[in-house]
């Protein structure tokens, strides 16, 4: 079955650090995925995604993602975090089927900040 | 603007009670998704409609119930079957046709059971 894992729960950065998230998903065929970040109770915002091409591409506020087909991972990263990056990030990856669409989430990092 | 509102932003309701969360957009989005988020468990779905007079389960669909009579609007009922109620209710919408999956989102109601 089509899924995604964050393996870190919580995630503690000093401010200027660097940033890795990492993010596995298991799917057939060729993965559309995505990066989500979500402050204290408000909605979703997308960061970046990825349909095809070059498995480095860039998203908002300074984030990356690769994407690594070999390990199935599609890591978010942030070479100086700031301390309004403290939030909640989300990976997902599309599942099409039967002629629908839906994300497919992970359980989610929640990233803290030490200034 | 265009976008995706939700309302109410909090809830308070009594054991038994049904109640309804509302959801319009107005980005012109064929498909609509309504998610639930609990700590640590991330999103999950719990019904999808891609066109008007259609909507499907999700995972996790047993206590809520759905309507699509208009493409811009698509309210969740939170029924007195549903045995956790208590969470954070996601709506979000997106292309059908040609679609990359990608969903916008709303800034969520947050339902509370006394």
């Known amino acids: 079955a089509q899924s995604v894992t964050q393996p870190d729960i919580h995630i503690t950065v000093s401010e200027g650090a660097s940033l890795e998230l990492r993010c596995n998903y298991s799917y057939g065929a060729t993965p559309y995925l995505f990066w989500y970040v979500q402050s204290p109770g408000q909605g979703l915002q997308l960061l970046l995604k990825?349909?095809?091409?070059?498995?480095l591409v860039q998203g908002i506020k300074g984030f990356e993602a690769e994407f690594k087909r070999s390990q199935s991972s599609f890591n978010l990263r942030k070479p100086s975090v700031h301390w309004s990056d403290a939030a909640e990030y989300f990976c997902?990856?599309?599942?099409?089927?039967?002629?629908?669409?839906?994300?497919?989430f992970g359980a989610g990092t929640r990233l803290a900040v030490h200034p | 603007d265009g976008g995706i509102t939700q309302s109410p932003k909090y809830l308070f309701r009594k054991e038994g009670q049904n109640v309804t969360l509302s959801c319009e957009q107005n980005?012109?989005?064929?498909?609509m998704y309504w998610y639930r988020q609990d700590p640590g468990q991330g999103l999950r779905l719990i019904y999808y409609s891609q066109i008007v007079n259609d909507f499907q389960k999700g995972d996790i669909a047993e206590g809520y119930s759905v309507s699509r009579e208009k493409k811009e609007s698509f309210p969740l009922t939170v029924t007195s079957a549903q045995k956790n109620p208590t969470a954070f209710y996601l709506c979000?919408?997106?292309?059908?046709?040609?679609?990359?999956?990608?969903?916008?989102f709303g800034e969520g109601s947050r339902l509370t059971v006394l």
């Open positions: 997902a990856v599309a599942l099409f089927s039967g002629g629908y669409n839906k994300l497919i």
């Open positions: 979000a919408s997106g292309h059908r046709t040609g679609s990359t999956g990608e969903l916008f």
């Open positions: 980005l012109n989005h064929d498909a």
């Open positions: 990825y349909f095809s091409g070059d498995t």
